[in-house]
């Protein structure tokens, strides 16, 4: 991936207030253009050209006090209307968007049945890759990228290191290998299998390849997925993890045994979705 523009939308609560400075910090780095959008909807007497001005001059108030934060060029301001999962997106395939920035709120599973997950929403119909940020976390200085067996791991892998290069910053791969309860423990140690044979030489592959910031290698676990890549992004202190997130599929429903949901919501570093 490249990164050239970064979309930030936002609700103007802290929360998007903390993912835009993370999004100023990164487009700083990499010389991006940044675009700060909200999306109104469901309002109505709301919609037409006066509307959308008077929307434009408040977020143009709101990010004011961040200019002088970041060496990024001053953003651009977009105001849309609708559905903020749908034109988020929409506004991201017009506009050639290489990134979205998306601040992340913890929410109950009742809530996000309830009332929706607009990031949940983005990442299932995002076309780019997006970085969730949750409250208190900054733009990501090492990336831990969660890789396993499929080719489209790869994927994420390649799409890790062009973002890594283009930032300026290191990353660390991980692959869980699969735990079995009745597996003897002399077997278990012969660690890695084929598997990360394979995974440990696309790594090297990549590192050969010269990207700005090598690689530190695969790390390999065993034991349940989520739990074994969130601790390895705590013990190598991971601003982000990266992972691979299939596109679709019904809104809310975090535990329903997809990984990148599960991690995009338990993490307490930055999430970065690799859309597949």
Request: proline share 6%; glycine share 8%; aromatic share 4%.
């Amino acid at each position: 991936m490249q990164l050239r523009h970064v979309l930030v939308p936002t609700d103007q609560s802290d929360t998007s207030r903390n993912a835009l400075r993370a999004a100023l910090a990164l487009a700083g780095r990499a010389g991006a253009q940044v675009t700060v959008m909200t999306t109104l909807g469901g309002q109505a007497g709301w919609g037409d050209a006066h509307d959308a001005d008077l929307l434009a001059r408040r977020l143009a108030d709101w990010v004011e006090p961040e200019l002088a934060r970041t060496s990024a060029p001053p953003p651009k301001i977009a105001v849309t209307f609708g559905i903020p999962g749908v034109e988020i997106c929409r506004y991201a395939d017009e506009h050639d968007v290489d990134l979205i920035v998306v601040g992340r709120k913890h929410r109950s599973q009742a809530t996000r049945l309830l009332v929706g997950d607009t990031a949940d929403a983005v990442a299932r119909r995002s076309r780019v890759p997006c970085l969730f940020v949750p409250l208190g976390a900054g733009a990501p200085g090492h990336l831990l990228v969660a890789v396993d067996g499929s080719r489209r791991s790869l994927t994420v892998l390649r799409t890790a290191c062009a973002f890594a290069s283009a930032a300026g910053i290191s990353f660390h791969a991980a692959t869980v290998e699969p735990s079995y309860s009745d597996e003897p423990d002399a077997l278990a140690a012969l660690v890695p299998t084929s598997r990360s044979d394979a995974l440990r030489a696309a790594v090297e592959q990549l590192a050969r390849c010269g990207a700005a910031h090598e690689p530190a290698g695969l790390e390999v676990r065993r034991g349940p997925v989520v739990d074994s890549l969130l601790a390895t992004a705590d013990e190598i202190a991971a601003d982000a993890i990266v992972v691979g997130y299939h596109r679709g599929g019904p809104p809310g429903v975090i535990e329903a045994g997809s990984i990148a949901r599960r991690l995009a919501h338990s993490a307490e570093c930055a999430v970065l979705t690799v859309p597949f």
